[in-house]
């Protein structure tokens, strides 16, 4: 099992530094077409969403294990190949002892986050209603302008530290 995983992970992180400068280089160009105004819609996303509001409008518990649900799966589609680049390095350099320790530091770093975010937006509901609203209207323009600066520093940092374009010494 050990030789699969350390075969299948080394080629993986051979693959890292092209898969890094191809998200760089989509985050930018996304980032840049969103702050030009262009919006995006993925109709699965808004036929998922509009099944899930709805349920009732009042807070259950059924509401509040729903939202946990989405908002892991979110965190979890930013993380995962933070994830896996963690585990996979771990594996290769350190043994099965060195992943299970990132693993579990990882975990415990990732529950802290989302405990305080869930606790401030339990916390934060109906308090900032008037600013948010004011926020609103500039949420997609912002968003952009952090993805094009996202994109933009995956970009930098794989022509930097991959020896892609530097030349040969």
């Not at 299948?8 to 998200?23: D, R, T």
């Not at 030009?36 to 509401?63: I, N, Y």
């Not at 799966?73 to 996979?88: N, Q």
């Not at 996202?150 to 010494?169: D, E, I, K, N, Q």
Request: charged share 10%; hydrophobic share 55%; with cysteine.
């Amino acid at each position: 099992v050990g030789a699969v995983v350390a075969g299948v992970s080394g080629s993986f992180i051979l693959a890292f530094p092209w898969i890094g400068l191809g998200l760089g280089i989509l985050l930018t160009a996304l980032g840049g077409l969103v702050v030009a105004g262009h919006a995006f819609h993925l109709s699965f996303v808004d036929t998922w969403t509009a099944r899930l509001a709805r349920g009732r409008k009042e807070p259950s518990a059924r509401s509040y294990a729903r939202y946990g649900v989405v908002y892991g799966l979110a965190s979890l589609s930013c993380t995962l190949p933070a994830f896996l680049a963690v585990i996979a390095t771990s594996l290769l350099a350190g043994g099965f002892l060195a992943a299970l320790i990132q693993f579990v530091l990882f975990g415990a770093g990732m529950a802290a986050v989302l405990a305080t975010m869930t606790v401030l937006v339990g916390w934060l509901t109906g308090r900032a209603h008037g600013g948010l609203r004011r926020f609103s209207r500039h949420a997609i323009r912002v968003s952009g302008a952090l993805l094009l600066v996202a994109g933009g520093y995956l970009v930098y940092y794989w022509l930097s530290v991959w020896p892609l374009l530097r030349p040969a010494s």
